[in-house]
């Protein structure tokens, strides 16, 4: 389906585009307070703030939308020795709990998301529930990952093993 693989392609650009911007905004932040509070004598604590919400953003949104499968770090002690069936079985298993935990937790994130519009950021006044929102993406989008991994597992497709001879590989 090559028009699906150009739709998902434009879309990652565009996820890393994002993650592009939040990083520019910490940098940004960071560089003038530094000048701020060097230059001028002058701290400023939106820089600060600002930080802070650009980082919890970059990271959730980069967790669920940047990052593939294979750059995520694993621990495969158990899974790297095994045969390809009970690997298969092992991330059958890991899938189904990852998807049961994140779909049991949603209500109760959720509920404290919507529960957070009382409060708001001491500088910049950005409330609560704007600011965790990128959390329930995040969920919904580990949910999503898993369910198709989970997909690919029950029609025998695995990724390949992990190979620590790899430049990549986090082992």
């Given at each position: 389906m090559?028009?699906?693989r150009l739709?998902?392609?434009?879309?990652?650009?565009?996820a890393?585009?994002?993650?592009?911007?939040?990083?520019?905004v910490?940098f940004?932040?960071?560089?003038?307070?530094i000048?701020?509070?060097?230059?001028f004598?002058?701290p400023?604590?939106?820089?600060s703030?600002?930080?802070?919400?650009?980082w919890?953003?970059?990271v959730?949104w980069?967790?669920a939308?940047?990052?593939?499968?294979?750059?995520?770090i694993?621990?495969?002690?158990?899974?790297?020795?095994?045969?390809?069936?009970?690997?298969?079985?092992?991330?059958?298993i890991?899938?189904?709990?990852i998807?049961t935990l994140?779909?049991?937790?949603?209500?109760?994130?959720?509920s404290?998301?919507?529960?957070?519009?009382?409060?708001?950021?001491?500088?910049?006044?950005?409330?609560?529930d704007?600011?965790?929102?990128?959390?329930?993406?995040?969920a919904?989008?580990?949910?999503?990952r898993?369910?198709?991994?989970l997909?690919?597992?029950?029609?025998?497709r695995?990724?390949p093993?992990?190979?620590?001879?790899?430049?990549?590989?986090?082992?």
């Open positions: 090559p028009a699906l739709i998902a392609g434009r879309l990652h650009r565009f890393e585009g994002v993650a592009g911007v939040l990083l520019a910490i940004v932040a960071f560089i003038i307070q000048v701020f509070r060097y230059a004598n002058l400023v604590g939106w820089t703030e600002l930080s802070v919400v650009a919890l953003w970059l959730l980069g967790a939308f940047v990052l593939k499968e294979d750059d995520e694993r621990l495969d002690l158990l899974s790297g020795g095994a045969g390809r069936r009970a690997r298969l079985v092992m991330g059958g890991c899938a189904i709990a998807i994140y779909g049991m937790s949603m209500p109760a994130a959720y404290y998301v919507s529960f957070m519009k009382v409060e708001s950021t001491s500088y910049l006044k950005i409330r609560f704007w600011l965790f929102s990128i959390y329930l993406v995040f919904l989008a580990v949910i999503v898993y369910l198709w991994l997909w690919q597992l029950l029609r025998n695995q990724p093993a992990a190979d620590p001879a790899q430049t990549g590989s986090a082992l």
